[in-house]
């Protein structure tokens, strides 16, 4: 009987270990030339007009085909976060990629997917973005596009009094994010300590290439797409700030990749 409980107890822990993996999604190879663009902005990004995604970004136009992320930046990578929970007797309160729900309707049941991903090159670049429908698969697709399609780039720097090393390991500010109820600060950090932040932010940071960073939550933190809206509005609150030259010479400071 103790042989038997060791076994289940080391199939638990089996099962357990994909949760706390990074879900990675292979991303296919982009041709440019089969690409058909619809948009002004997609025409003259397949001409060559415009070869970085800065010019894009520094103007503010607004980005409508997730194929300009693709060309601008093929070296983007996308991973889903753990925003559903599993059900049953078994695999109860573990944590999944997709979120399910059901609505009540005459025919019966009619269940829906939702995913969140966030996109990035680990190098300043980021994006993230929330899919819904009737399956899996194309719930993951739309959450890839909006992810692309809202795609930004951060500051980073060393604002840590503890640091001072003019490196782009943390974020070079104080910064507080909000989504519904959840509020994230987000602290820069010396080098060396980390991401103290939740997990799925820990992904977010991660693919922006923040390496350091500490963190403070309040409201209710259990919504963790909520959380993970309020850390990525926080990161875009970085650009919005105006910081003067001597200062940025001082943080480190820089935008977008290195």
């Known amino acids: 009987m103790g042989e038997e409980a060791q076994d289940k107890v080391s199939s638990a822990e089996k099962e357990k270990k994909p949760d706390k993996e990074r879900t990675l999604i292979p991303e296919r190879a982009f041709d440019v030339d089969n690409w058909n663009p619809k948009t002004e902005l997609g025409i003259k990004v397949k001409n060559k007009e415009i070869t970085h995604i800065d010019q894009i970004l520094d103007a503010g136009l607004r980005i409508l085909e997730p194929e300009i992320v693709d060309a601008l930046l093929p070296d983007l990578t996308a991973e889903m976060l753990m925003v559903g929970q599993a059900k049953g007797k078994f695999g109860g309160g573990q ?12 025919e019966g049941n009619k269940p829906s997917f939702g995913a969140l991903i966030v996109v990035g090159n680990n190098n300043g670049y980021i994006g993230l973005g929330y899919g819904k429908s009737k399956e899996t698969v194309p719930a993951r697709e ?30 070079p500010l104080e910064v507080t994010g909000k989504c519904g109820s959840a509020i994230i600060k987000l602290i820069p950090a010396p080098k060396g300590a980390g991401l103290r932040t939740a997990s799925e932010c ?53 935008v977008g990749a290195k």
């Open 202 to 254: 820990s992904k977010l940071l991660a693919a922006a290439g923040v390496k350091d960073v500490w963190s403070q939550t309040l409201g209710n933190t259990r919504a963790t797409i909520n959380l993970v809206s309020a850390c990525f509005s926080a990161l875009n609150k970085l650009n919005r700030t105006k910081i003067k030259q001597k200062n940025k010479e001082d943080l480190g400071i820089i």
């Open 142 to 171: 739309k959450a890839t596009r909006n992810a692309k399609l809202n795609i930004t780039k951060i500051l980073r720097g060393c604002g840590s009094w503890q640091c001072f090393c003019k490196s782009p390991h943390s974020i």
């Open 95 to 106: 944590r999944r990629t997709f979120r399910q729900t059901q609505k009540k309707t005459a």
